[in-house]
């Protein structure tokens, strides 16, 4: 029971559509959480972490692929009214008290922007003492590692830009994108078109690099697959782009998930498969140029073969 009234409200501070998670842990001090994505599209949508306090109230703080700040505070006794939005202020160790605007995002959760370059965001990284003044009410909260925990969610943020999680067609059927344009078509042609024009670029490299690293082991009498895997070490750099390539199409495109290491280990092995076949074809064609040379000349000096 609680850890879904948790989840819920840390998927509710996704700045649009539903979201799907945790993808990932994040630990620091009182504050747990990990990375979300968004239900409708798979991509990437923020980072969050929350605690408990034995008022029975849960501090939520996210931050969203964008970089936008979020704290949340959460009671299962409340009784909002979702969409409506409310004037409180939050006092900082008793000293700093800084008026905000809160959104009932649900019956019983509330969300407070937190601007990155915002006097707030300065006292909830470097206090130890935070209170929530509403009316008459007055929560208290221990403010524990927040200057650990904000860089942790940053990181988390980054390193996250990449995440792809499940795609829910209801959800996208919930939230339809708007039509494109005919600017925004041709635009995204054109794009599409310069990602394909790279990707060619460099498959060209790439098997160049390939034939230039695996041509001296064509005589030797190693399997084509060996030759190919150690062609291709050398030649690493090269692939990989190759795989980014095509992982940048298919984002592009955005008609189905797209899971990167997935991509990368298919593109891996596709290249390794066209490796081995041109291997196999060049030692073929170097086998019927050696049985097409004439015979040698017998000797001219007239002595008799022992």
């Keep these: 029971m609680l850890r879904g009234f948790i989840l819920a409200s840390i998927l509710l501070l ?157 959800a996208r059927a919930t939230n339809p994108t708007a039509p494109q344009t005919e600017a925004e078509r041709q635009d995204r042609a054109e794009k599409r078109a310069v990602l394909e024009k790279t990707r060619d670029l460099i498959r060209a490299r790439m098997l160049t690099c390939i034939g230039r690293e695996g041509g001296p082991m064509l005589a030797t009498d190693e399997k084509a697959e060996v030759v190919a895997k150690a062609a291709m070490i050398f030649c690493r750099a090269d692939v990989d782009a190759l795989a980014q390539a095509i992982i940048e199409i298919q984002e592009h495109d955005g008609a189905r998930l797209v899971v990167r290491v997935g991509v990368r280990r298919a593109a891996t092995q596709s290249v390794q498969d066209v490796v081995v076949a041109q291997i196999v074809k060049s030692r073929g064609e170097m086998l019927s140029r050696r049985n097409q040379q004439p015979p040698a000349k017998p000797s001219q000096s007239g002595e008799k073969a022992i």
């Design 14 to 170: 996704a700045p649009g559509a539903q979201a799907a998670g945790p993808f990932g842990k994040i630990v620091v001090g009182n504050w747990t959480g990990g990375a979300f994505t968004n239900d409708a599209t798979g991509a990437f949508s923020h980072c969050a972490v929350n605690a408990g306090y034995r008022n029975g109230t849960r501090m939520f703080t996210s931050i969203t692929a964008d970089l936008k700040w979020l704290i949340g505070f959460a009671h299962p006794n409340w009784k909002l009214k979702p969409g409506s939005r409310l004037n409180l202020q939050l006092v900082f160790d008793r000293t700093s008290r800084i008026d905000v605007t809160a959104e009932a995002k649900t019956p019983t959760l509330l969300a407070i922007a937190m601007p990155a370059d915002s006097q707030l965001i300065g006292a909830f990284r470097q206090g130890h003492r935070l209170e929530l003044v509403a009316n008459d009410q007055r929560l208290t909260f221990a403010l524990t590692s927040t200057s650990e925990m904000l860089p942790a969610l940053v990181e988390c943020a980054k390193q996250s830009a990449s995440l792809r999680g499940p795609v829910n067609p209801a």
